[in-house]
């Protein structure tokens, strides 16, 4: 499956995330939503992108915004991490990388001298009728939240 292209919509997609819920795009018709993928809970940069999300979801919510973290990890250790930084937003469990590769985020990747296929932080904006408006690859920690928020605003 091709990744989706900007205006266009996105594909359905069915995910397990915390809370014991199954999130469905379809679900959320009528709502925008921000896809955010991240390599690992409890790591550095990823606790502070997730932390900025959190401190500002008040005004993702007054712009009818709804937030996923997405990452490889287990939904226990999303459990963990969640409450640990007091995430109100949900995390999604993606271990077998079903929404990595339908948002093409897995990367060839290298970490002192090794290479793995890890997941590119990138971010994806869909709006309220499901069509893909803005994303972000290769993202940098540092205000892109604000950034995101931003693009929400220009919907």
Known sequence: MPAPELNQPVDD????ATGDQTVRLSDLKGKNVVLYFYPKD???GCTTEGQDFRDRI???EELDTVIF???????????NFRKKHGFQFHLIS????HLCRQF???RLKKLY???YMGIDRST???DSAGVLRREWRGVRVKDHADEVLEAVRSL
């Open 113 to 115: 001298g090794k290479e």
């Open 94 to 97: 993606d271990k077998e990388e």
């Open 104 to 106: 093409d985020v897995i």
């Open 42 to 44: 409890n790591t550095p």
């Open 58 to 60: 008040e005004q993702f």
């Open 69 to 79: 973290g997405v990452s490889r990890d287990s939904l226990k250790v999303h459990e």
């Open 13 to 16: 997609f069915a995910a397990q």
């Open 124 to 126: 994806f904006l869909i």
